[in-house]
C-alpha cells in the first residue's frame, strides 16, 4: 500500500460562511461537511461562525431589539447611580 502524504487543509472562514450560507457547489459543500465530521478544529469554527452569522441575521431582522453594546451602556447607566434614566421610555 502506497500512502499519501496526508495533506490535511483545514477549512477558511470564507469557506465556511459560504458553506453556512449554502453558496457553496454541492461537491465543495460535501468536502466541506466531510472535513468538519473529522476534524475538530473546523467543527468548532464552523459552531462559532453558525452562531455569529445568525446573530447577524437576527440583529438584522430585528432592529430594534437593543444591541449587545446598547445593553452594555445601559447596565453602565445602572451602575454609575442612575438607574431611572432609560427606562420606561
Ligand atoms: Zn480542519
Same mark, same amino acid.
Given at each position: +500500500?502506497?500512502? +499519501?502524504?496526508?495533506?490535511?487543509?483545514?477549512?477558511? @472562514?470564507?469557506?465556511?460562511?459560504?458553506?453556512?450560507?449554502? !453558496?457553496?457547489? $454541492?461537491?465543495?459543500?460535501?468536502?466541506?461537511?466531510?472535513?468538519?465530521?473529522?476534524?475538530?478544529?473546523?467543527?468548532?469554527?464552523?459552531?462559532?461562525?453558525?452562531?455569529?452569522?445568525?446573530?447577524?441575521?437576527?440583529?438584522?431582522?430585528?432592529?430594534? @431589539?437593543?444591541?449587545?453594546?446598547?445593553?452594555? !451602556? %445601559?447596565?453602565? $447607566?445602572? $451602575?454609575?447611580?442612575?438607574?431611572?434614566?432609560? %427606562?420606561?421610555?
Amino acid at each position: +500500500m502506497t500512502e +499519501m502524504p496526508k495533506e490535511t487543509k483545514h477549512l477558511d @472562514e470564507m469557506t465556511l460562511l459560504l458553506y453556512i450560507e449554502r !453558496q457553496l457547489d $454541492r461537491a465543495r459543500g460535501l468536502e466541506v461537511s466531510a472535513h468538519t465530521q473529522e476534524c475538530d478544529a473546523c467543527r468548532t469554527l464552523l459552531r462559532v461562525l453558525e452562531s455569529e452569522s445568525r446573530l447577524l441575521t437576527r440583529a438584522m431582522l430585528e432592529e430594534d @431589539e437593543p444591541l449587545p453594546s446598547r445593553l452594555a !451602556q %445601559f447596565q453602565e $447607566r445602572a $451602575r454609575t447611580g442612575n438607574p431611572c434614566s432609560g %427606562f420606561g421610555e
